[in-house]
């Protein structure tokens, strides 16, 4: 079956850096999201990789590697702001999104 | 977490037809529904949010009276796309969020239209 693990939950400090990961089994491969969403409100996009490689876009990178399967988030400069919920999704052959269930990121002064 | 479930996953009409789009709280209660469009290899786009028992509040640029979003029950919310052309083809993908403003939407697996 297609599969996507994540963390549940981690939790930083402010002002360090954090690093989320993902991995998945899916029936063929067609990009890997990350999306943030905060509590009781719609996910926004934060990044998409469908090469192996580092995206960097500010404070958030998001690494991928197709042949392992793998993913990472690395957040920077950690704010209170940040505290929120990660997902990842990755769209698999048939352009389907399957979802990780998300990693709640909880940020502590 | 909360489970989801979207009808259909795929569907294919032809023009000027009307396609129907379900999304249900298996075993919660949806005060909140979002209704998402996304096209190959780009993000989610968020349509509308609807909340339950009044009107949804649609994004700008959305067509109210193309994508008719019904959520008469805190279970079930409907999507309907009328009079589809192809350039509605595209992947919908509906999210549910349960109590007030402090808790998480869950997604449903989204459904793949095609319109020939």
């Known amino acids: 079956g297609q599969n996507i693990d994540q963390p549940t939950e981690m939790t930083a400090t402010e002002g360090a850096i954090v690093q989320i990961n993902c991995t998945y089994q899916?029936?063929?491969?067609?990009?890997l999201f990350w999306y943030q969403q905060h509590a009781g409100e719609a996910p926004t996009f934060l990044s998409y990789?469908?090469l192996d490689g580092l995206e960097e876009k500010g404070r958030f990178s998001s690494f991928l590697s197709r042949s392992k399967g793998y993913s990472y988030l690395l957040l920077k400069e950690l704010q209170m702001k940040d505290s929120a919920s990660y997902l990842c999704?990755?769209?698999?052959?048939?352009?389907?999104?399957?979802w990780g269930a998300g990693t709640k990121l909880i940020i502590k002064p | 977490g909360a489970v989801v479930s979207q009808h259909p996953s795929r569907v294919i009409c032809k023009s000027g037809t009307s396609v129907k789009i379900e999304c249900r709280s298996l075993?919660?209660?949806?005060?909140?529904m979002f209704w998402y469009r996304q096209f190959p290899k780009q993000s989610l786009m968020l349509m509308a949010t609807s909340n339950e028992g009044s009107k949804a509040t649609y994004e700008q640029g959305v067509e109210k009276d193309k994508f008719l979003i019904n959520h008469a029950s805190l279970t079930l919310s409907t999507l309907t796309v009328t009079s589809a052309h192809p350039e509605d083809s595209s992947f919908y993908i509906c999210?549910?969020?349960?109590?007030?403003?402090?808790?998480?939407?869950?997604f449903g697996q989204g459904t793949r239209l095609t319109v020939v």
């Open positions: 990789n469908v």
């Open positions: 075993d919660f209660q949806a005060t909140t």
């Open positions: 999210s549910a969020r349960q109590g007030d403003m402090n808790t998480e939407a869950f």
């Open positions: 899916t029936s063929g491969f067609n990009g």
């Open positions: 999704a990755v769209m698999d052959s048939n352009y389907q999104l399957i």
